[in-house]
């Protein structure tokens, strides 16, 4: 009897503790606990009340009910976490992308449709800009050289000048002093010719 007494007891305890939300529910290995010692024993086995078994069949239920569906939200939260690692990835991608991409427009410069290093650039204009330097001198030189020619070409034609000029008036003045002198001659032959 005082058995029977427990085990109201505890049913009314379970009941109660199921109806109240501020407490915890007795744990399974609890629940076997109170089996246990509110089963009576008669050699050699030990029997349990139908009510109390499917009350803990009920309360196995009920945990593995929970368990699955913690086992569920804790699913759907990882693949959450998964999908936003999955963004995160992608997010961090795409950054790292555009970092090599700012770091590659910081070290090239695109010249004539071909990407070239800054570095390689700036020694190719001034390898380029020392050969129009040279080649500008050189044009001065080849300028300066040409003027000194021309000038002297332009003294030696005004020297040629002058002594063609000279060459003209000695030669105008020995043609007269020659015609003067051939006309003495026919002068002295038409004299001879008439006396």
């Known amino acids: 009897m005082t058995r029977i007494l427990t085990a109201a007891l505890l049913l009314m305890f379970y009941v109660g503790m199921a109806n109240e939300p501020g407490q915890q529910k ?16 008669v050699e050699p086995f030990r029997m349990v009340k139908a ?4 009350n803990f069949w009920k309360a196995v239920q009920d945990t ?9 939200a804790v699913q759907k939260r990882s693949a959450g976490f998964e999908g936003e690692i999955a963004k995160l990835q992608s997010t961090i991608t795409q950054k790292e992308g555009a970092v090599q991409e700012m770091q590659f427009a910081a ?37 300066r ?26 030669t105008v003045e ?18 001879l010719k008439s006396a």
């Open 26 to 41: 007795p744990s399974l290995a609890q629940q076997i606990q109170s089996i246990r010692e509110q089963s009576q024993f």
């Open 51 to 54: 009510y109390q078994v499917e």
């Open 64 to 72: 593995l009910r929970e368990n699955n569906d913690a086992l569920v």
């Open 107 to 143: 070290t090239h410069i695109s010249f004539i449709g071909m990407d070239i290093e800054k570095a390689k650039f700036i020694w190719m204009v001034a390898a380029i800009l020392t050969g129009l330097l040279v080649l500008a001198f050189l044009a001065f030189l080849a300028f």
């Open 145 to 170: 050289v040409s003027l000194r020619s021309a000038a002297e070409s332009r003294m030696l034609y005004d020297e040629l000048s002058r002594d063609f000029d000279t060459y003209k008036r000695n």
């Open 174 to 191: 020995k043609e007269v002093k020659l015609y003067r002198e051939l006309q003495d001659y026919r002068n002295r032959l038409t004299e």
